[in-house]
C-alpha cells in the first residue's frame, strides 16, 4: 500500500536558476535551490495493488524531470490551468504514448482543454497536419471544481482557486483513509474552498517569494493559509530565487517544509521520505 507526492518541479516559471541572473541564490551550490518548474508525481497503489502515476501538469521541463525519476509510464495528466510553466511539457506525453502503447489520459477544465486545444493544435487535430507525423495521443475528460471523481480507486476533487483574477483549480487527493491537497499558482482560497481542505495529511502551498505578488502567495500568506487549515504537514512550492532553501527552512514553524525537486513524501509510511538532495 503506497501513497506518495514526488515533486518533480518546485520553482515559479522562470525556474531557478533564471536565465542571465547571477544573484546569490541563481549561483547556489544547494542543489535544493536548482528548482525546475512546478509539476508533481501523484503516486499510489490500485486496489489491484498495482502501482499507478499521476502527473500534476506537464512543466516544460518534463522530459528531464521523468528521466530523473525514472517514469516508465503515466496513467493520467491533471491540469490546474493553462500557463506556459504548466503546460509546454504536454509535447513530451508522447513519449509514454509510445512507451505504453496507449492513449494518455488528460483531465482540465473545460476552459483550460480550450486552451491546451488552441495551443496545441497539431496534438488535438492532427488531421489537419500536413503529414502524418508522431504526436501525443490525448483523451481529454472535463473536471469541475467540487466534483470528485475516482481514478484507479483514490478520490480527486478539483479546488477551485484563485490565481491573481484568473480562476484556476488545485487537487485534493484521498487515498487509503489519508488525504493531500495541492495548490500550486494561488493567490486567494475562495470561501467555499477550505471546507474541501478539512482534515488533510498534507498541504501543498504556492509561496513564490517574501514580497506582495499580484498572482501568488507570499511566504507569510501561505502560513496563514497553513494555520487556518491546520494539516499535519505542509510544504511550499512554486519558489523564486528571493528564496535561498538553507535560509528559510529553519525559520520555518514545525511541520512546514519547503519543496525541492526529487522530493518524496509519503502518507502512508511512518515519516515523510526526505531523499538526500546531493
Ligand atoms: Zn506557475
Ligand atoms: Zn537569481
Ligand atoms: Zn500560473
Redesign the pocket.
Known amino acids: 500500500m503506497r501513497f506518495e507526492l514526488v515533486f518533480l518541479g518546485s520553482g515559479?516559471?522562470a525556474g531557478v536558476p533564471m536565465i542571465a541572473c547571477d544573484c546569490p541564490v541563481c549561483t547556489s551550490d544547494d542543489p535544493r535551490d536548482a528548482r525546475s518548474?512546478?509539476s508533481a508525481l501523484v503516486r499510489y497503489t490500485d486496489d489491484q495493488s498495482n502501482l499507478r502515476d499521476l502527473l500534476i501538469d506537464t512543466s516544460p521541463e518534463l522530459r528531464q524531470q521523468a528521466i530523473d525519476q525514472r517514469l516508465m509510464r503515466i496513467d493520467g495528466v491533471l491540469y490546474t490551468h493553462a500557463?506556459a510553466?504548466?503546460i509546454l511539457g504536454m509535447d513530451d506525453l508522447r513519449r509514454f504514448n509510445a512507451a505504453m502503447d496507449a492513449p494518455v489520459d488528460v483531465y482540465a477544465e473545460p476552459r483550460v482543454i480550450e486552451q491546451l486545444s488552441a495551443m496545441f493544435r497539431y496534438i488535438f487535430e492532427p488531421h489537419k497536419n500536413v503529414q502524418k507525423s508522431f504526436v501525443a495521443d490525448l483523451i481529454a475528460h472535463r473536471i469541475h471544481p467540487g466534483q470528485t471523481f475516482s481514478l484507479f480507486g483514490a478520490d480527486w476533487t478539483p479546488l477551485r482557486l484563485m490565481h491573481g483574477r484568473l480562476p484556476i483549480v488545485g487537487f485534493r487527493v484521498d487515498a487509503f483513509g489519508k488525504s493531500l491537497a495541492y495548490c500550486?499558482?494561488v493567490s486567494a482560497i475562495p470561501s467555499e474552498t477550505y471546507p474541501l481542505l478539512d482534515r488533510l495529511d498534507v498541504l501543498v502551498i504556492d509561496a513564490l517569494r517574501y514580497r506582495h505578488h499580484p498572482t501568488h502567495m507570499t511566504v507569510d500568506q501561505a502560513l496563514e493559509v497553513i494555520d487556518r487549515v491546520r494539516p499535519r504537514g505542509a510544504y511550499l512550492t512554486?519558489i523564486a530565487h528571493d528564496i535561498a532553501h538553507a535560509e528559510l527552512e529553519p525559520r520555518l514553524p514545525d511541520g512546514v517544509s519547503l519543496a525541492y525537486d526529487g522530493l518524496c513524501v509519503s502518507l502512508t509510511g511512518v515519516e515523510a521520505v526526505a531523499p538526500d538532495p546531493g
Open positions: 515559479t516559471s518548474r512546478a500557463h510553466d504548466h500550486t499558482d512554486h
